[in-house]
């Protein structure tokens, strides 16, 4: 008697203690902590499933995915441009899902056709211009800002940022990779600086007289507009956006995501914790607190962005800036880009 109660104690523990441990999922996250913690907390309240979260450049993470190999903590791997995803599916990290509910609220070109990652926010790449020294109307496209009108009058970040290789990697898949040198050659030849510092230096520069046209991410401009610092306020003020390429394939576009790792100990909890972050309070979070675009369609815009206005945006497969990506560096390299 006494050791059938024993023994039923004694399951009655690994039970608990199985179920203890099923609750939590671990997270590596290369967007700050401001910037995920406080839907991670909200997850947790709402669902009751434990989040423990690490935070680090997007670069170095997937490295410690990599080196971790089996042996990771980490079940769900958070990181900016889809060509980092891309990066993280190719060093087989990441393993693919299957969600309705992923799939009914993220459109089919912010997630990868085998599933190995979903976009959970939109960012665009576009021109900003100093108000008073560039007529908008003289402004159509990326591959317009190769026009000798503007030789010495662009400021834009290094080569070695993702976001301006899955820009050009865009292009590639639209243009071709012949038609696309000869852009970035003559891209390039328009510089106003050999490229520094991330895109609020590019607007900051802009707002200096070093140029007057800065290539950003719309959120960054979304930051200064509505943080705290009176420098960037100011500077941002003196700037307008255009959105690029509306009368053909849209304004370049391009994701934050996330991908289950292939070693996951909490596979279901680090789905359900994917479908939080596309729910529809969660999108709307991105948009007032981060100044991103919603991943999914009908989420209220922030007032930052509604006066930003709407635009057309290419319905390019993220995918490919991945694919793509080898030979745009090698192409952004070429044409002396730095």
């Not at 903590?73 to 509910?101: C, M, N, Y």
């Not at 849209?250 to 909490?266: E, L, P």
């Not at 815009?301 to 635009?311: E, I, N, P, R, V």
Request: glycine content about 8%; hydrophobic content about 40%.
């Amino acid at each position: 008697m006494k050791s059938t109660f024993k023994l039923a104690i004694l399951a009655t523990t690994l039970t608990l203690s199985a179920n203890a441990m099923a609750s939590e999922v671990n997270v590596y996250s290369a967007r700050k902590e401001a910037l995920i913690k406080p839907l991670l907390d909200q997850f947790t309240q709402e669902s009751g499933i434990k989040v423990n979260l690490v935070t680090g450049k997007a670069d170095a993470l997937l490295k410690r995915l990599k080196s971790e190999g089996a042996n990771t903590p980490a079940d769900l791997f958070i990181t900016t441009d889809a060509g980092r995803l891309h990066r993280a599916k190719e060093a087989d990290v990441l393993q693919p899902i299957s969600s309705e509910t992923l799939n009914a609220a993220i459109p089919s070109n912010y997630r990868d056709p085998e599933g190995f990652w979903h976009g959970l926010s939109v960012r665009a790449r576009v021109i900003t211009y100093i108000k008073d020294k560039v007529d908008p109307k003289k402004l159509t496209s990326y591959e317009d800002l190769a026009d000798s009108q503007w030789k010495g009058r662009i400021c834009i970040r290094g080569s070695g940022n993702i976001y301006n290789q899955s820009l050009v990697a865009s292009m590639i898949e639209a243009n071709g990779e012949a038609i696309t040198q000869d852009w970035a050659n003559g891209f390039v030849a328009n510089f106003a600086r050999s490229p520094k510092g991330g895109d609020r230096d590019q607007v900051k520069a802009a707002a200096a007289g070093v140029c007057d046209i800065a290539i950003i991410n719309t959120y960054y401009l979304g930051a200064m507009i509505n943080g705290k610092d009176d420098a960037q306020k100011a500077a941002a003020a003196k700037v307008a956006l255009f959105w690029p390429n509306q009368g053909d394939r849209g304004a370049h576009v391009n994701i934050s995501g996330a991908g289950v790792t292939k070693a996951a100990k909490h596979k279901a909890e680090a789905i359900k914790l994917l479908e939080f972050l596309a729910n529809e309070k969660s999108q709307e979070w991105y948009a007032s607190v981060n100044h991103e675009y919603p991943v999914r369609a009908g989420v209220e815009w922030s007032d930052t962005l509604k006066a930003w206005g709407t635009f057309n945006a290419d319905t390019l497969n993220l995918s490919v800036l991945g694919k793509n990506n080898p030979t745009a560096v090698r192409l952004m390299d070429k044409a002396g880009w730095k």
